[in-house]
Nanobody, 119 residues
Framework: QVQLVQSGGGLVQAGESLRLSCEASGSTFGVTAMGWFRQAPGKQRELVAIQSNNGETTVGESAKGRFAISRDIAKNTVYLQMNGLKVGDRAVNYCC????????????WGQGTQGTVDS
């Protein structure tokens, strides 16, 4: 089993920034990528940004130009720097880790971190 512990998040004003962190522990072998998804009330979970071990990064449309993902592979940690936050960015942010195992590809999720943006 892999455990993901998220930190960061909170309440900010529009235009401000937040930084999220997520550290993986336990069965972290076979990690191929780590990233972030978010889910706003009444909406489906969507990709924010994800980065593979070779540095290839995919960024969701809502995050382009404002959010930046980074990883410390040695520490199995992924970060999300969110700048220029908008009210529309209110969501629960989930850390995700993808692994390649003998059972196939697996994804695990963090507990979620609420990000609230006031106008």
């Amino acid at each position: 089993q892999v455990q993901l512990v998220q930190s960061g998040g909170g309440l900010v004003q529009a235009g401000e920034s937040l930084r999220l962190s997520c550290e993986a522990s336990g069965s972290t072998f076979g990690v191929t990528a780590m990233g972030w998804f978010r889910q706003a009330p009444g909406k489906q979970r969507e990709l924010v940004a994800i980065q593979s071990n070779n540095g290839e990064t995919t960024v969701g449309e809502s995050a382009k130009g404002r959010f930046a993902i980074s990883r410390d592979i040695a520490k199995n940690t992924v970060y999300l720097q969110m700048n220029g936050l908008k009210v529309g960015d209110r969501a629960v942010n989930y850390c995700c880790i993808k692994r390649s195992t003998s059972h196939g590809r697996q994804s695990s999720w963090g507990q979620g971190t609420q990000g609230t943006v006031d106008s």
